[in-house]
């Protein structure tokens, strides 16, 4: 009888060990997944945001907590702090040249984009580009695709590291978090977007007071 018991218990040992490794490499690759532009949230609640229909999550106004500093080296070469455009809605956006869905929702970033710069709304638009070997590789993206404004280079998505666990954060490619003007995190998409879901986002931030 103590023969029989002993094989059964190895096998259950090694059936967990198999287990946790397996949620082990599905939590490593959450961050570096490149969501395909079908797929659906969970629509779950929860740190005080609420999930919609759409996929776009939104917390509260007097929920909001502060976003972490976002800094570092554009793709052209300059430097940006996300913390110097506060006053500004401003909308972060995590892409990779390398996506699908990154290329699919581009042409809308860079109309709305410029709609919002040539109404001379307060809303700044900021890329953070993650995964990409080279910076030349992400310009030749920002110009296939017509994308003006600057996209901090962020090759190993430390930036996305950055955000307080239980927020709005970006863990998925693409990602779009919206800041409002107090620099606080306010909403956050993680499909690839279009032009009147972009708005979607942003518009209600706008009103604000």
Known sequence: MSHSRAPRRRRSTSGRALLLTAVSLA???TLTACTD????????????????????SRVA????????????ETVDGSTLDVSTLKGKVVVLNVWGSWCAPCRAEAPHF????KEFADAGKDVAF???????????????FETDFGIT?????DPVGKLMLRFPKGTL???????????????????RAQVAMDDVALRGMIEPLLAEK
């Open 110 to 113: 860079a109309k709305v984009s």
């Open 27 to 29: 939590s490593a690759l």
């Open 149 to 153: 404004y600057p996209s901090i280079y």
């Open 61 to 72: 106004q007097g929920e909001r907590t502060e976003a972490p500093k976002l800094d570092g």
């Open 37 to 56: 532009a079908d797929s659906k949230p969970n629509g779950s609640s929860g740190g005080g945001y609420v999930t919609g229909s759409g996929g776009v």
């Open 126 to 140: 900021v890329g953070i580009n993650t995964r990409d070997s080279s910076k030349q590789t992400a310009a030749s």
């Open 169 to 187: 954060n970006p863990s998925a490619i693409p990602a779009t978090v919206v800041l409002d003007k107090e620099g606080r995190i306010a909403a």
